[in-house]
């Protein structure tokens, strides 16, 4: 049996103080899940948005600022070795919220290696920032790996009845422990099959069948903590050969 949870390591050196308090370790949770993602980074330990994202064609200005600055996000890139598959500035926002849109400047990459992306993001914001002031335009820089970032979605549990028992027996036990870790800040416990949506729907395969906590966007706690006491709960139910993924999201997580 295995509980499956996606593991991070938060960086306190590089962490953005309004999420991450260095003296208790209490962090948001938007921050601890994207401490998990190693395949997604924004300038200055910054949290690249949120997935699930929409986008869009980017305003003017954003082209402009495409055009204006492609080579010189090229000679950042060859400065700290990353190769990137595509260079592009498009519209991004959370997904049905879109007064969070900004234009972005996204370099995609099949690298795997990324000891050097936050020093090549630093650099193009730093690069763009003084035109973009000018030019009165709020953007984003983000670098990624697009096959290997988290982007997971929710889909019909493609399970046995064998499953779909354990999670009857989990789901009380789970519940309890929740709203004694985290009172105040949960909002529901759910059961999905989940998997990444560059995959074909309902791939039997890649469907994880995963336990889903929802809590208050923004909620901080002891994020590792809590997600290591609800996994011990699921350990206890899970037979060996069954494998239950664990989730901890925002409930704002359009899935």
Same mark, same amino acid.
């Given at each position: 049996?295995? *509980?499956?949870?996606?593991?991070?390591?938060?960086?306190?050196?590089? #962490?953005?103080?309004?999420?991450?308090?260095?003296?208790?370790?209490?962090?948001?949770?938007?921050?601890?899940?994207?401490?998990?993602?190693?395949?997604?980074?924004?300038?200055?330990?910054?949290?690249?948005?949120?997935?699930?994202?929409?986008?869009?064609?980017?305003?003017?200005?954003?082209?402009?600022?495409?055009?204006?600055?492609?080579?010189?996000?090229?000679?950042?890139?060859?400065?700290?070795?990353? $190769?990137?598959?595509?260079?592009? *500035?498009?519209?991004? !926002?959370?997904?049905?919220?879109?007064?969070?849109?900004?234009?972005?400047? $996204?370099?995609?990459?099949?690298?795997?290696?990324?000891?050097? !992306?936050? #020093?090549?993001?630093?650099?193009?914001?730093?690069? $763009?920032?003084? !035109?973009?002031?000018?030019?009165?335009?709020?953007?984003?820089?983000?670098?990624?790996?697009?096959?290997?970032?988290?982007?997971?979605?929710?889909?019909?549990?493609?399970?046995?009845?064998? @499953?779909?028992?354990?999670?009857?027996?989990?789901?009380?036990?789970?519940?309890?422990?929740?709203?004694?870790?985290?009172?105040? @800040?949960?909002?529901?416990?759910?059961?999905?099959?989940?998997?990444?949506?560059?995959?074909?729907?309902?791939?039997?395969? #890649?469907?994880?069948?995963?336990?889903?906590?929802?809590?208050? @966007?923004?909620?901080?706690?002891? !994020?590792?903590?809590?997600?290591?006491?609800?996994?011990?709960?699921?350990?206890? $139910? *899970?037979?060996?050969?069954?494998?239950?993924?664990?989730?901890?999201?925002?409930?704002?997580? *359009?899935?």
């Amino acid at each position: 049996m295995d *509980v499956i949870t996606w593991r991070g390591r938060i960086d306190s050196r590089s #962490s953005p103080s309004e999420h991450f308090d260095s003296e208790t370790g209490a962090s948001t949770i938007e921050f601890y899940n994207d401490s998990k993602d190693r395949y997604r980074t924004a300038p200055f330990g910054r949290i690249p948005l949120p997935w699930p994202f929409n986008h869009g064609m980017a305003s003017e200005k954003g082209k402009e600022m495409g055009d204006i600055f492609h080579p010189t996000v090229n000679e950042i890139l060859e400065k700290y070795n990353i $190769v990137p598959s595509s260079i592009s *500035v498009t519209k991004m !926002w959370k997904r049905g919220i879109m007064n969070t849109a900004k234009d972005t400047a $996204v370099v995609s990459t099949e690298d795997k290696d990324t000891a050097m !992306w936050l #020093s090549a993001a630093d650099d193009i914001h730093h690069a $763009v920032l003084p !035109w973009a002031t000018e030019a009165s335009l709020q953007f984003r820089v983000e670098i990624c790996n697009e096959d290997l970032m988290y982007k997971d979605i929710s889909t019909a549990l493609l399970c046995g009845e064998d @499953i779909r028992n354990v999670f009857t027996e989990i789901e009380p036990l789970v519940l309890a422990r929740v709203k004694h870790l985290i009172p105040g @800040i949960w909002r529901s416990v759910t059961f999905h099959g989940r998997q990444s949506c560059g995959l074909p729907h309902r791939d039997p395969i #890649s469907n994880k069948p995963t336990v889903m906590v929802l809590v208050s @966007i923004g909620a901080r706690s002891l !994020w590792d903590f809590v997600e290591n006491e609800i996994r011990r709960v699921i350990e206890d $139910v *899970v037979p060996p050969n069954m494998d239950v993924s664990l989730e901890i999201l925002p409930s704002n997580f *359009v899935i």
